[in-house]
């Protein structure tokens, strides 16, 4: 019974999620794209878990207080039930990866566990270990209204409300204090430097919005390029990454710096062509890239740096490249809505007939 059980959760799983694995499988798997660079980078030490997770502050270095006393006072909660010691467990488990705690350094000199690498960024185990304690917190609050009178669950809901929204509301009032009253100096500026990033900490307005577009977000910008396009993660030593970044339109031997109109899924440029040449833009190629030229689609070829490839004749040319998604893709989508709302009908019938 249990193998059947755990085939039926499989496969529902994968009905489930059909329409990301397959654009992962033909988008990513079989495609030669780089990816960001392997490691166990912005490691945080428990001391500073503790420290950040105390002054409940959304970031990314803690869990904050109501999570964090769950993670401190759950086990009374969770001895009586085996499954919700697992829950627990999980939570404690997932705390303890996002930390330096785990010796990570041992891990990162074994090389048969390299592939490990690819988590990056070991606080995002925190997102995992504060889904599990907030399932110990909820079952910790419930607990608070058993056996009690009804004003009785009036008062303690009307506790709970209070100081969910006292913590709430103390967890982002550093951010809003920062946007209502800002500081100018951290005001995002005009840049005259074409590979500039984002700077921590920058405040944006209606005023400076379209500055925003000036500048190259913080990390990874070149994340997920097809390695033909670039083969390293340092834009300043990569001529080709350089290039699709400051939008050069090769016209044969001739390099010109133009303006893309964008709009929703969709990047234009205009052309105008003397004679017949072959025109590369500054577009990368993947699986579903489609390209139209004047409002026709027509077949396209993949540059020496990954970007999309014309041979036209002479005349002047709308070229508009767009992501199309095949129709697998829709029908996994389709096949995923379906069984979300046949678990919800299940659901409710199960609710109705007890």
């Keep these: ?35 960001p660079l392997p490691g166990f980078s912005f490691q945080y030490t428990m001391q500073e878990f503790w420290a950040a997770s105390l002054e409940n502050s959304a970031t990314n270095r803690g869990i904050g207080i109501a999570l964090l006393t769950a993670a401190l006072l759950g086990w009374y909660f969770v001895k009586s039930e085996r499954r919700e010691r697992i829950i627990y467990a999980l939570g404690l488990t997932f705390m303890v990866l996002s930390t330096s705690l785990f010796p990570y350094s041992v891990l990162k000199r074994v090389e ?50 209070s100081v969910a929204s006292v913590l709430y509301f103390n967890s982002v009032t550093f951010m809003i204090d920062r946007i209502s009253d800002p500081d100018p100096n951290v005001m995002l500026r005009e840049t005259d430097d074409r590979f500039a990033t984002v700077p921590q900490g920058a405040v944006l307005d209606r005023a400076n919005y379209r500055l925003l577009f000036n500048y190259l977000v913080l990390y990874g910008e070149t994340d997920y390029y097809p390695k033909r396009s670039f083969a390293n993660n340092y834009i300043t030593t990569n001529p080709d990454a350089q290039s699709i ?5 090769k016209i044969d031997e001739k390099v010109v710096e133009k303006t893309p109109v ?8 205009q052309v105008a062509l003397k004679q017949k040449a072959t025109v590369d833009i500054p577009v990368i190629v993947y699986p579903g890239t489609t390209v139209y030229v004047n ?17 036209l004749n002479k005349g002047t040319y709308k070229i508009t490249t767009k992501y199309e998604m095949s129709k697998v893709y829709y029908g996994a989508l389709f096949v995923a ?3 979300w709302v046949s678990l919800v009908i299940v659901g409710v019938r199960k609710c109705y007939t007890r």
């Design 245 to 249: 970044i400051l939008h050069h339109v």
């Design 1 to 35: 019974m249990r193998w059947a059980a755990l085939a039926k959760s499989v496969g529902l799983t994968l009905l489930l999620t059909a329409w990301m694995i397959y654009p992962f499988i033909t988008d990513y798997l079989k495609s030669d794209l780089g990816t």
């Design 262 to 269: 964008v709009a929703p899924n969709e990047i234009t440029y």
């Design 337 to 339: 809505l379906l069984n």
């Design 112 to 161: 048969s566990l390299s592939f490990l690498q690819v988590i990056q960024f070991p606080y995002r185990f925190s997102v995992y270990s504060s889904f599990f304690l907030a399932i110990v917190l909820s079952l910790m609050i419930t607990r608070l209204f058993d056996n009690k009178k009804n004003y009785q669950r009036v008062v303690t809901l009307f506790g709970v409300v």
């Design 295 to 311: 409002g026709k689609n027509v077949s396209h070829e993949t540059s020496k740096r990954g970007t999309v490839m014309l041979k």
